[in-house]
């Protein structure tokens, strides 16, 4: 019997930020798949995004369900 953990994120599609990952990571097809290949690039240590990085502001009651 196999067994797995299953992961979920959430994207809040009203936040233009989150879309634009949200609809990149669409055009992936097997998401599962691209999502461990991009964990394994950071355990290796890998920093090769061309994307500019910019501060989020995040509400609280955004980010309470995580913790």
Do not use: C, P, W
Request: hydrophobic content about 40%; charged content about 35%; cysteine-free.
């Amino acid at each position: 019997m196999k067994r797995r953990e299953i992961l979920q994120a959430s994207f809040n599609v009203d936040d233009e930020y989150e879309n634009r990952l949200l609809a990149h990571a669409m055009t992936k097809g097997n998401i599962s798949k691209y999502l461990k290949r991009l964990i394994l690039y950071d355990l290796e240590g890998r920093r090769e995004s061309t994307l500019a990085l910019h501060e989020v502001d995040v509400a609280e009651e955004d980010v309470s369900s995580f913790f």
